[in-house]
């Protein structure tokens, strides 16, 4: 069931201890300069502009107050996520599953009122057990796509994950444009939407594919290669935390054509639920209203992937 997060998207524990120590420091990753307007007339559409790092993206609009739903039948939210995708889910020391998934969750049931666990499940069980009753809901970056249409229905979309390119702190290269890559080798994961990506807009740069993100961010880091293009939301941390060591930074970009980049995730209920369905995208569209969404946000991600 790899097709609901692509499997290359899942950080390994190198990651998971960079992602701890990022979260500790809380460091702010200054963005540089876009590409200049020569490199952006050839650019490929889906490129915009990086806002600052310490900018929360809205995904409701701001001036629709929600109306809200019939409360009466819902008594508890049975939260199911996973583990192994920081920093929306991962293990604290102690073993209890944290992340911004999991605060999420939790300011939703205080926005409703209403109790909730959280549950844990293995990634490639999560959808089985919302379907045979063990759960209401999984909060665990589950991408809206065609494909999980087709298993489970989706609140609104709380956020989406953009392409990027790192390249090494010292390049000279001043942009990630098509022709500013052209002849060069840029590092990516095979078989993912991010190689797709590439082969569709940058067709005279050499792409050199690797089994895992782990081995395309050693290959920049090693100078192998004078680029890498990936998940912006994992790489973001990777280069804030120890395991990079401040080798590489973000190059322009993000990159959010819905069509190699989806069109976000959201919270998956059971088919036919709408009820529930319709409860959290109310609370959602509340928690951004009163600026709690922003404040998760900017917890978890003082980077910015976008």
Known sequence: MNFLRPRHCSPRSALLASLRAALAALVILTCLPAANAEDAATAPASAAPTPPAATAPSFWDPNRTPDKPDLSGLRQIRFLTEDDYPPFNFLLPDGQVAGFNIDLAR???????????????????????????????????????????????????????????????DTTLKSASPPTFAD????????????????????????????????????????????????????SYWLNGAEAAGCCVFRDGPFTDPKYFGEGIGIAVKKGNAPLRRALDYALARLAQRGVFAELYLKYFPVGPF
Request: net charge positive; aromatic share 8%.
């Open 107 to 169: 300011a939703i049931c205080v926005e409703l009122d209403i109790a909730c666990t959280i549950q844990r499940r293995r990634w490639d069980l999560l959808i089985p057990a919302l379907n045979d009753n063990s759960g209401d809901a999984i909060i665990a970056s589950l991408a809206i796509n065609d494909e999980t249409r087709k298993q489970v229905d989706f609140s609104g979309p709380y956020m989406t994950t953009p392409g990027r390119f790192a390249v090494q702190a």
């Open 184 to 235: 060069r080798p840029i590092a990516v994961v095979a078989g993912s939407r991010h190689e797709a990506f590439l082969k569709a807009f940058y067709p005279r740069s050499t792409l050199m594919t690797f089994e895992t993100p782990a081995l395309a961010r050693n290959a920049l880091k090693n100078g192998r290669v004078q680029a890498l293009f990936g998940d912006a939301i994992s790489l």
